[in-house]
């Protein structure tokens, strides 16, 4: 690690200083390998918190960019472009036949579900039913239906109309829904709240449940897809469809992007026909270099037939850990699904405290991974990632697990 690297050095002068960053500074990426300032190589399995899918510089992706690059970048959304009307029509036949719109994040992704969600309660309509441990973003709605005290510290007063209930319990949703709800949000698994899987059957029973009394089910997929759990979008796990799913991460492949993919019946209070203006914008939304290359990343996994790897690398993975966990008495549990994975800890007896402690001696190790709440470690590579890496990543972390470096 190189502390008094002129890059972090100005950092500190000249950027907001609200990432807690390591004394490491990126200048290469490839495939699944990241190299330093130093000409450190790491091996990258959490994928920058899940974006990169197809991990760096994938050369189809390159190619999509350069292609787009050189032919048009931005008209401003009154006009049209071919790459954002392909991406749309891809997520429509991967997913439920939804009509998108684009955005630059997750979080957006979200607030544009809100607002919509708002609109198609018609004024009568409009709290947001949420769940605890659940993660949705920062901006001021988002951050409302994240269910996490800790991003909403400082920042009242807050935006009204968001509910909490316990992740994975369908009759807390049961007893909160009342005659002002408009939809539920909620992850298929949820990822910063530590990769909780819920019960097979939770996301059928909040369709029925939504059904019944009438409310929007919105699914936030921004970490589970693109085909990072075995399926393009989580939800397809659970024979079900939602009303609106939003997407970001993976979608851009580390570009700037974010979906609002709505049902055609709930998109219709978005046409702004309907609205009698313009009822949401932003004017960089679905820029057609993001899109070019998101488009892409579709065919590229279809092509290459990633979803299936997903799932069995996925697995291997789990049982491998779980095994490991059995033998050293250091993981608690292995959670997740394809290449989405939670590891939580057992630090009773062990050397390290927190998945921190491991996620840092990782990182001096060369090897990258993440981490989510106090005691789980993150796995997420990129879907590209070869049998040889996964088991150099996994030999290393298990030396580490047991207090080898
Ligand atoms: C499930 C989920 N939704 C939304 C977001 C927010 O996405 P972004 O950071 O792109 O705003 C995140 C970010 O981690 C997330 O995990």
Redesign the pocket.
Known sequence: MNAVDPVITRHDLFMTRNYPRYAITMVEGRGCVLTDTAGRKYLDLFSG?GAGILGHCHDDLVAAATKQINKLWHVGNLLHTEPQTRLAEEISAKGFKGRSFFCH????A?EAAFKLARLYGQGRRYKIIATLGS????GFA?MMATGQDKVRTGFAPFLEGFEHVPYNDIKAVARAIDDQTAAIIV?PIQ??GGVNVPDADYLSELRRLCDEQEILLIV?E??TGCGRTGRWFAYQESGIEPDIMTL??AVGCGLAL?VMCAHPRVADQFDSSVYGGVPHATTLGGNCIATAVAARMFEVIERDGLLKRAATLGESIMTRLREFGDKTGLIKQVRGRGLFIGVELASEGAWFDKAADVVNRCLESGLLIGSAQTHVLRLAPPMIVTDEQVDQGLTQLEQILQGGA
């Open positions: 918190f994040s997750g979080s957006d979200n993660f949705h973003g920062r988002a992850e990822g910063e936030d921004v970490w970001g991460k974010g």
